[in-house]
C-alpha cells in the first residue's frame, strides 16, 4: 500500500519531509496551454525530490467540454496528447477523472448521448494514455456538483463497459460520504478499484487553534479502510483537504500520515 497527499508543487518539500510515499499533483501544471519552457523548469524542479508525482488531479478545465453541444472532440484530442504525455514523463502512473464542470450534462441534453461521450473521451483517453503506461481512473462526484456518475456503481459499470485494464475506478469517501453512499460500497467495485481519495480524518489537537465554530463532518474513515482491506485493496490512498482542516502542513502532514498508516495497520492484525 502507497500512500500520499494531494498537494500543490510548492508544497512537495514538505510532503516529503512528512513521509510520504508520493505526491498527487494537479494537471494544471501540463496543461497545453503551460509553454515548454515553463514546463522544462516544472520537470527540473520535480526531479530534485525522492517523493514522486505518481497521481495527478483536476484532470480538464472548464472550457474544454466532453458532453454537451459544444464537444470539440479534436481539441479534446491534442490536449490529451500533450498533457498526458507530460504527466507521465514526470512519473504519473494515475489520473484522476474527476472535472465535473468539464462533464455536467446541460438542460435538456440527451443523457444517453452524454453517455455516449464520456465513453469516447475515456476511450481516447486510453488510447492516448494507455501509450504512456497510464491509468484512467473515474472519480464519482457529489451531486451538489455533478449531475452524472456520482456513485461507486456507476463508475463501474463505465469501466466495465469499456473492457480496458487502462480504465479503472477511484472511490473518494468525501464525496461518498456527501452522497450517503456507505463504505461498503468500495467492495463491489473490487479489481476495479484502483485509487482512493480520502478526507483528513478527525484527530485530537490536529489543527488547533480552529475557527470558532468550525464543525468538520464525521466521516467513517475506519469502516472505509475497512472495507478496502475487505477486498485486499493494496495500490494507493491519497489524503485530499477538500475540508481545508490543515493549517500548517509542515506541522500536520506527518501527524495525518502517522494516524492513516497505523489504522491500516491496526486492521491488518
Known amino acids: 500500500m502507497k500512500f500520499g497527499i494531494c498537494v500543490y508543487k510548492d508544497d512537495i518539500p514538505a510532503a516529503e519531509r512528512a ?5 498527487e499533483l494537479t494537471v494544471t501544471n501540463v496543461w ?3 509553454g515548454e519552457n515553463e514546463y522544462l523548469v516544472l520537470k527540473q524542479y520535480l526531479n530534485q525530490f525522492k517523493v514522486k508525482p505518481e497521481a495527478w488531479r483536476r484532470f480538464l478545465p472548464p472550457n474544454l467540454p466532453v458532453v454537451g453541444p459544444e464537444v470539440d472532440f479534436p481539441k479534446i484530442t491534442e490536449f490529451l496528447h500533450i498533457t498526458l504525455r507530460r504527466i507521465r514523463e514526470l512519473g504519473g502512473e494515475v489520473v484522476v477523472f474527476g472535472s465535473p464542470l468539464s462533464r455536467n450534462v446541460p438542460d435538456d441534453f440527451s443523457r444517453e448521448k452524454a453517455c ?10 486510453c488510447d492516448t494514455g494507455g501509450k504512456n503506461g497510464l491509468v484512467i481512473v473515474i472519480e464519482p462526484i457529489i451531486r451538489r456538483n455533478c449531475n452524472i456518475i456520482n456513485t461507486v456503481a456507476e463508475a463501474l459499470g463505465i469501466a466495465q463497459e469499456l473492457e480496458t485494464l487502462k480504465i479503472r475506478v477511484l472511490a473518494d469517501l468525501y464525496h461518498m460520504w456527501g452522497n450517503n453512499e456507505p463504505p461498503k460500497a468500495v467492495e463491489q467495485a473490487g479489481e476495479y478499484l484502483f485509487h482512493i481519495h480520502m478526507p483528513v480524518p478527525e484527530i485530537a489537537g490536529l489543527n488547533e487553534p480552529r475557527a470558532i ?3 468538520f ?14 477486498i485486499d485493496y493494496d495500490k494507493r ?5 477538500l475540508d481545508r482542516k490543515f493549517m500548517n502542513l509542515e506541522r500536520e502532514a506527518p501527524i495525518v500520515l502517522a494516524h492513516i498508516r497505523k489504522t491500516w495497520e491496526e486492521l491488518s492484525r
Open 19 to 23: 513521509g510520504y510515499d508520493y505526491v
Open 32 to 34: 497545453p496551454e503551460v
Open 116 to 125: 455516449e461521450q464520456i465513453l469516447k473521451f475515456l476511450g481516447a483517453c
Open 213 to 215: 465554530n468550525t464543525v
Open 217 to 230: 463532518p464525521d466521516y467513517p474513515t475506519r469502516d472505509f479502510m475497512q472495507s478496502l482491506k475487505n
Open 237 to 241: 490512498i491519497s489524503i485530499e483537504d
